[in-house]
């Protein structure tokens, strides 16, 4: 769904609508924002929403688990773990192939021959935009600017 579509003009005015005359509190009101959310993301391609659900549980259960430790250690250690998985996740997705393709130019300029596997999927809509947000959010809980979110 495209923000200039007919789709969209249908959907906005549809989740302001639940979001200010149905849901009753900021509970409720989260709720339709996430699901209206997840939904538009899911209308571009449906296959990558695991993706944005994982990062999202993943950033959001850390937040909790680092403001709720309070062995420096450990702290560091579930920063690290989110940090390798978020960051992980946006190299396999963005940078694999250019990596892969690099490499295959440099060896073949030898003369060897390669045959370097590559990943045959595009790339997902706003990876990057929604890991660095998730990282900062983990960053800000773990240097304690920000307490992290339950709800």
Known sequence: ??????????FLPTIFFL????ARGPREQNAVLLSASYFFY???????????????????????????TKKRGKRKL???LSLSINLGLLGIFKYYNFFVESLTKIIS???????????????????????????????DVYKERVEPERN
């Not at 769904?1 to 249908?10: D, G, H, P, Q, R």
């Not at 993706?51 to 403001?67: C, E, M, N, Q």
């Open 1 to 10: 769904m495209l923000f200039n579509s007919f789709e969209f003009l249908l």
């Open 19 to 22: 979001h200010w005359l149905i």
């Open 42 to 68: 899911a209308c571009w391609d449906w296959r990558f929403l695991f993706l944005l659900t994982f990062s999202t549980v993943l950033d959001f259960i850390t937040g909790i688990k680092i403001h709720e």
């Open 78 to 80: 579930l920063l690290f």
């Open 109 to 139: 300029t030898t003369g060897l021959k390669t045959d370097l596997w590559t990943l045959n999927i595009i790339l997902p809509v706003g990876i990057s935009f929604y890991t660095f947000h998730g990282i900062s959010y983990i960053v």
